[in-house]
């Protein structure tokens, strides 16, 4: 169970954070939710796809580590073997939270960062500290603060992007099958792709539209990593001795 406060230089200045990759830290994930201002970053490492929410309906793209639950093949002892790490994990264990403020009798909210407290990296031992000795934050803490905007425009983003591909019928859901080199055959189901065919049929007027967005880029980005579905394989096949 998550214990997310409000982070402050007092109650927290002795407080450190991990940032070496294991399982012991939760990383062992097959996925990560991503967005299209990152895409570019991603598709040069992990498979783009396309999720919906069970409870909500809602799709979302997420970068792909593994091919079933809690396997991450990029995960080794105590590193993450990609030059590109996904911010949603990067950011980890801190998140935005929102806080009431009241401005010339106008209530107001804004960003504010949290921290988890309860989360296997922090800790007062060992890590990266959050705040100088004598007050202000450390470089890694701002950078933390600028993962967690960037976050936070790319899901805004996110939703406007999906809705697009949504509004021109552009996802379809996609079966992956597996072959190891035992010979053994594997299914992945439940996700959502580009509909390469229906966007071959957009018009001018909505490919322009989708462009000026940056929203064309995205698209083909998305298409392009699934090359990296086969070194996502090769790295199974390799964990499993094959």
């Known amino acids: 169970m998550a214990n997310n406060v409000l982070l402050n230089s007092i109650d927290h200045k002795d407080v450190k954070v991990v940032t070496e990759r294991s399982q012991k ?27 919906k929410d069970a409870n909500t309906g809602q ?3 997420v970068a792909l580590f593994g091919f079933q639950d809690q396997e991450n093949l990029f995960l080794t002892d105590n590193s993450w073997e ?16 929102l806080q009431k403020t009241n401005e010339d009798g106008e209530d107001k909210e804004q960003r504010v960062l949290h921290i988890d407290m309860d989360h296997p990296r922090v800790n007062q031992e060992h890590g990266k500290a959050l705040f100088l000795e004598f007050g202000g934050n450390t470089p890694y803490l701002d950078t933390v603060a600028d993962m967690l905007e960037a976050i936070h425009h790319g899901i805004v983003d996110s939703k406007i992007f999906i809705d697009l591909l949504i509004e021109h ?8 099958d597996l072959e190891l080199n035992d010979n053994s055959k594997h299914q992945m189901v439940g996700f959502y792709t580009i509909n390469e065919e229906k966007l071959s049929e957009l018009n001018t007027e909505t490919l322009a539209k989708l462009h000026a967005r940056g929203y064309l880029q995205a698209i083909y980005m998305a298409i392009a990593s699934q090359s990296n579905i ?10 499993l001795g094959l």
């Open 25 to 51: 830290y939760g990383d062992n994930v097959w996925y990560s939710l991503t967005f299209p201002a990152e895409f570019r970053s991603v598709q040069a490492y992990y498979p783009i796809f396309f999720n």
């Open 59 to 61: 799709f979302f793209a």
């Open 82 to 97: 990609a030059p590109y790490l996904p911010l949603s994990i990067a950011r980890q264990p801190f998140l935005i939270g």
């Open 169 to 176: 019928e552009l996802l379809e859901t996609f079966t992956l």
């Open 230 to 239: 086969r070194g996502l394989l090769n790295r199974k096949n390799r964990k």
